[in-house]
């Protein structure tokens, strides 16, 4: 169980750097959207895996009388909050790229600052 | 018992008035109704800024559950002074810029642009108003979306990858953010501010800890354009709608540097050993660096707005230089230099917003001639731009003054940062002279020869603005007092 | 006993006939045949393991969900084969060499 | 067991991002990314976060890619190759945050364990407080549109921002072509007769199942926010077998906006309804004569303002992306 533990953390640690590497490092405006997204969700698992109890459940509380283990539900509705986050961005970002492919032609960040300078 | 509500009716007002005005297409109508709703924030945040000069902190639990179980608002001199800091500019921009409005967004998008607006507003005043770590995430990302909605809304092309930019490095900011409050809460269980303050100092030497302070300070250092991460700031504001523009230099920046400094002030500084002189030691140079190199750009810059948002990358300099002083008088200079700033810039946006509904172009070569042709406009831009220099007698003065005081103050580097200052106010004399050279050329440009002056209601709107830089310079009682109380109330912790 | 040895057998095949189909979907040559290997599989497969499981649940109203989601991909699945066929179908492009090589990645 | 599981699941998501970012398909890359989601999807409910599972499978895999693929269905699918751009600026940004994070590893109280600060201070008190306040047993729906409603507040105006946002961003530029519909689109797949029919078959069901998670939030998973996506999803796929004229005949764009709106404006209402009632904003216990009674009718009526902004904005942005035509 510790192990799985450190794993978590590792794997939010490796899904930041992939997503921060295509947001900065890609040219293609969508590949910097689904960088963005993968950047995200690695944060998502880093407050759901706080969240985890040993032996814990989902807390849904079906009979109060007897004890039982629940995990944290605060984490569990931040994010819920950040998904809905996410997506608004997302869509804000899709609806930007569609524009700028219709007034520059391509969604190649190289060629529309290649284009911008010929104005 | 009335006015115990005031706190939930300025969060809750614009908010709530937006999806009314994005239900009715119907160009004018959208536009009133959003100016007196932004209208009445402004007299319900004036009356929060009264309340808020007699108490140290106004707290209101929202939905009666106490705080940190519920999500506290807490209102203190500091967020007051925001507040009227967005609500005023908001207001005036709307009022003064109605003109402009009409010629930069498309009849059909009116009422969504308007919409937009209350949510911009509402947004940032929420983020102000909040005194939870989440919470404030939360209005952070409904202001950032709406200024990205803004400023893409007119028709101008080159602001949509100018829009794209921000909105990449605006929600990795915030999203650093995000994670910064997650490894605090990891470690102390809460997300109240108050509660982290006491209970951050159980932990202190743990390295998380560490961590949530540079993902904190990294990611609003980016949404607040300090010096190397500005990229994204000279662009958006220069290709947005022109009033746009001026909402958006008043105070977008200002609140990302008012979450910061609360951030670090009040959850940091009094429980990490040490992290005064880090913030310091990390912010100062940036501020110093930011002021010149961001001023020498402004030197060289052919295009009005462009040169402006560079001399804004300039004042954040010094509201960070303010801070990072690390002392009452540092921070008073540097949060009423918000105040000054966001009232002189906001003035200069909206002058050049007038100027442009007579002119397409806003190359310095292109206004060759516009002062001879619209002398109200181009003076009161002048007033405003008197503060921004710093001249005594103005606004800009009295941050200037305090901010030479409190660097005089603290030891050796002092004499260097009042150098920094100095010299910076002769770089901004000369980027400013240029403006007044090409704008009372004697050659006038083709569209410029045919200009004329605005209406004598937008002129009024621009001067009652302009006259106010003056007036904040003779009696500069009000924001220095919620200044200082602001400064003394964030230093507090550290004593 | 008699039930969990059945349950047991069913979840087997039904994981052996799923690994086939992806086995299939990377390993055949053209999209026609790698679809036919997942999709086939993929239904049976399905049976196979929902019916395990029901069995191991017993009588309650878990089976009932199972049956219920076994239903719909009973629905889905098959469907979604054919439109995604069809889709190749049209699109196809008579001058371009027959079909991708198996490589697994672009289909 | 169930760890070995969950190890599996976290290497394919690494796994998948990678390919994510390498493949220079954008087509491929957006269906990897609704793999992703789900595979995220997975491990959440693996970690216990059930709502969290169901949200993110309804909106990161469905309406995301929905989303996704909307908009690459106006540009190309390929992405440029990529000629000398620079290397060492990224690299180090990402170095410099992987270092940061690391070092946080340090310290970290493990997974799992009971004792750690997380769960001390604040969220044992949900758990024992919210039976007696609210005899909600869904404790994450009790602290969503209870104890912490002004976030969903702040939430539902964020969904709102970005629905405002797409349809004024794609409103003008290029001719709206919402009457005609686009010649493509507007046939949808009304001649492939098994598609359809079966679609049209599932319709119901999804839309049941969206409104059964609405008004189940309170004992089980579910909420606004799933059920809005899930009831969107259903609207989408019948504008996606009839044709985009058909799926915007059933709610043009003023009811799209009206539900957008109208969510939003029910979310206040019932704010300020408590400030009216003499208690604060958003203060549900005096909504009735009994406040526990008070209680659920307030994050009943939260519920439903988040579900029909959610459904509005989400259709809305759908059919943003579906009428345009292709750039050439």
């Known amino acids: 169980m510790k192990y799985f533990g450190l794993y978590n953390y590792w794997v939010f640690t490796l899904l930041l750097m992939i997503g921060l590497y295509a947001v900065i490092a890609k040219a293609n405006l969508v590949k910097k959207l689904l960088g963005l997204s993968i950047f995200q969700s690695a944060v998502f698992l880093l407050y759901i895996s706080m969240a ?15 004890p039982q283990v629940f995990s944290n539900p605060l984490p569990h509705v931040l994010i819920l909050t950040a998904i809905v986050v996410g997506i608004s961005t997302i869509a804000l970002g899709l609806a930007i790229v569609v524009r700028i492919r219709e007034e520059y032609g391509t969604i190649e960040e190289n060629e529309i600052q290649a284009r911008d300078r010929d104005r | 018992m009335w006015t115990a509500q005031l706190p939930a009716l300025v969060i809750a007002g614009p908010p709530a008035a937006a999806p009314v005005a994005a239900r009715r297409p119907g160009a004018s109508w959208s536009w009133a109704f959003a100016a007196l709703a932004s209208a009445a924030s402004f007299a319900i945040a004036m009356l929060l800024a009264l309340a808020a000069t007699e108490v140290t902190a106004i707290s209101y639990a929202v939905g009666s559950w106490p705080p940190p179980f519920g999500i506290e608002l807490r209102i203190t001199g500091f967020s007051a002074l925001l507040m009227l800091i967005i609500t005023g500019a908001s207001t005036i921009a709307l009022v003064g810029g109605k003109a402009s409005l009409d010629s930069d967004i498309a009849p059909a998008r009116r009422h969504y642009f308007y919409a937009a607006w209350l949510l911009a507003v509402g947004g940032l005043v929420g983020i102000v108003a909040s005194g939870d770590a989440f919470n404030i995430f939360v209005f952070m990302e409904v202001s950032s979306l709406a200024t990205y909605i803004l400023i893409a809304a007119g028709g101008n092309p080159r602001a949509l990858p100018a829009v794209f930019k921000y909105l990449v490095m605006g929600t990795i900011g915030a999203t650093f953010y995000l994670i910064g409050i997650g490894l605090i809460y990891l470690m102390t269980g809460t997300l109240n501010l108050v509660d982290m303050e006491t209970r951050i100092h159980d932990v202190t030497d743990l390295k998380p800890i560490y961590a949530a302070v540079g ?119 540097g949060i009423v230099h918000m105040f000054n700033h966001a009232l002189a810039k906001g003035t200069m946006f909206l002058a050049i917003a007038f100027i442009a509904t ?6 310095l070569d292109d206004i060759a001639g516009i002062g001879r042709r619209m002398p109200w406009t181009l003076g009161a831009f002048l007033v405003a731009a008197m503060s921004l220099i710093g001249l005594p007698g103005t606004a800009g003065f009295i941050s200037k003054w305090y901010l030479v005081l409190a660097a005089l103050q603290s030891g050796a580097v002092g004499a260097l940062l009042v150098a920094v200052v ?49 007036w904040f310079g003779l009696q500069p009682g009000l924001p220095l007092a919620l200044s200082r109380s602001a400064a003394t109330y964030l230093l507090g912790q550290l004593q | 006993m008699i039930v969990d040895v059945i349950s047991f057998v069913l979840l087997a095949l039904g994981a052996f006939f799923v690994f086939m189909g992806g086995l299939g979907a990377l390993r055949l040559p053209d999209l026609y045949t790698r679809m036919h290997a997942a999709s086939l599989t993929d239904s049976l497969g399905t049976i196979l393991t929902l019916g395990g499981i029901m069995l191991q649940s017993g009588w309650s109203l878990a089976t009932v969900k199972l049956l219920t989601i076994l239903f719909f991909l009973m629905m889905t699945g098959p469907t979604a084969s054919y439109a995604l066929a069809n889709a190749a179908l049209l699109s196809r492009d008579d001058d371009a060499p027959a079909l991708p090589p198996a490589t697994g990645g672009r289909e | 067991m169930i760890t070995a599981f969950g190890f599996v699941l976290l290497t394919l998501l690494v796994v998948t991002a990678v390919a994510i970012v390498v493949t220079p398909n954008l087509f491929v890359a957006v269906m990897l990314m609704s793999i992703f989601s789900l595979l995220m999807a997975a491990t959440f409910f693996l970690l216990d976060a059930a709502d969290v599972a169901l949200t993110e499978a309804a909106i990161g895999a469905g309406m995301s890619t929905i989303l996704f693929l909307g908009a690459l269905a106006l540009m190309g699918e390929r ?59 869904n404790v994450v729906t009790a602290v969503l549109a209870g104890f912490r409603a002004y976030d969903t507040l702040g939430e539902v105006l964020v969904i709102l921002t970005a629905g405002i946002g797409v349809m004024l961003i ?65 609207i989408v796929l019948h504008a996606l077998l009839e044709g985009e004229a058909a799926g915007r005949a059933i709610l043009p764009t003023p009811v799209l906006v009206g539900l957008m709106t109208g969510g939003a404006l029910l979310f206040c209402a019932v704010g300020f309804a408590g400030m009216l009632l003499g208690g604060n904003f958003l203060d549900y216990a ?42 050439a």
Request: aromatic fraction near 10%.
């Open chain 1, 52 to 66: 985890k109890v040993d032996g814990g459940t989902a807390p849904i509380i079906q009979h109060a009388d007897e």
């Open chain 4, 79 to 137: 992405e440029a190759k990529q000629a000398g751009r620079q290397r060492w600026l990224p690299l180090a940004v990402i170095a410099l945050t992987a270092f940061t994070v690391i070092y946080a590893t340090f310290d970290k109280p493990r997974l799992g364990d009971p004792a750690a600060p997380v769960h001390q201070h604040v969220a044992p008190w949900y758990l024992e407080q919210t039976p007696v306040l609210m005899e909600v047993s």
């Open chain 2, 215 to 333: 993902f904190v300070t990294l990611g609003l250092v980016l949404k607040a354009g300090v010096f190397p991460l500005h990229v994204w700031l000279p662009n958006a504001y220069a290709w947005s709608p022109h009033v746009v523009t001026a909402f958006i230099a008043a105070c977008s920046t200002k609140v990302s540097l008012y979450v910061l400094l609360r951030f670090d002030f009040m959850v940091f500084q009094g429980s990490l050993g040490g992290h005064d002189l880090q913030f310091a030691g990390f912010l100062m140079p940036l501020a110093v660096l930011g002021i010149l190199v961001a001023s020498a750009v402004a030197m060289t810059e052919g295009h009005l707005k462009r040169m402006l948002a560079y001399s804004s990358i300039a004042q954040i300099g010094y509201i960070v230089l303010g801070a990072s002083l690390m002392s009452v008088s540092g921070l008073t200079a």
């Open chain 4, 170 to 234: 794609l409103a003008n530029g290029r001719p709206d072509l919402s009457r005609q519909g686009r010649a493509s689109a507007s046939v949808g797949l009304r001649h492939h007769l098994i598609p359809r029919v079966v679609g049209q078959l599932l319709i119901p069901f999804i839309v049941l199942f969206g409104l059964y998670l609405q008004f189940h939030g309170e004992f089980g998973p579910g909420g606004g926010f799933q059920a809005g996506a899930i009831i969107a999803v259903g």
């Open chain 2, 358 to 363: 007579r002119l397409t172009a806003l190359r």
């Open chain 4, 286 to 327: 005096v909504l009735a004569a009994n406040p526990v009674a008070g209680q659920q009718l307030g994050i009943h009526l939260v519920e439903a303002g988040v579900g029909i902004t959610v459904t509005g904005t989400l259709v809305a942005a759908f059919h943003a992306f579906a009428d345009r035509e292709p750039a």
């Open chain 2, 422 to 470: 100095l010299v910076s106010s002769l770089m901004a004399v000369y980027y400013i002279w240029r403006v007044v050279e090409a704008a009372w050329s004697s050659t006038p440009g083709a569209e410029a020869a045919g200009a004329r002056e605005v209406p004598l209601p937008m002129l009024a709107v621009l001067w009652t603005a302009a006259l106010a830089s003056i």
